[in-house]
């Protein structure tokens, strides 16, 4: 399996990789930021239902960094994925 990449293509994929992850990072930040002002509003008033946002928007963000960091561009496992798929179709060509 060849998986030599060009100076460009590493360079085009690491800032790829870079612009995802701080995609995340920005997520994680906002999601912080505002479900602490929502607990706090609910909490002050003597509710308690800022854990629904906070339990449905941390099921997102979950997902965001699974995209990110184990399916996203350049992860070793869909590397060779990718790679068992070109070796297989060139097989068949």
């Given at each position: 399996m060849n998986t030599a990449y060009s100076?460009?293509?590493?360079?085009r994929l690491a800032r790829k990789?870079?612009?995802?992850?701080?995609?995340?990072f920005v997520h994680a930040f906002v999601?912080?930021?505002?479900?602490?002002a929502l607990a706090?509003?609910?909490?002050?008033?003597?509710?308690d239902w800022y854990a629904y946002p906070l339990l449905?928007?941390?099921?997102?963000?979950?997902?965001?960094?699974?995209?990110v960091w184990w399916m996203?561009?350049?992860?070793?496992?869909r590397e060779r994925m990718v790679g068992r798929e070109r070796e297989a179709l060139e097989r068949r060509h």
């Amino acid at each position: 399996m060849n998986t030599a990449y060009s100076p460009a293509q590493i360079d085009r994929l690491a800032r790829k990789r870079a612009g995802a992850k701080m995609g995340w990072f920005v997520h994680a930040f906002v999601y912080v930021g505002v479900n602490a002002a929502l607990a706090f509003a609910a909490l002050t008033h003597g509710r308690d239902w800022y854990a629904y946002p906070l339990l449905g928007w941390g099921l997102g963000l979950a997902l965001h960094g699974a995209a990110v960091w184990w399916m996203g561009p350049g992860a070793s496992w869909r590397e060779r994925m990718v790679g068992r798929e070109r070796e297989a179709l060139e097989r068949r060509h």
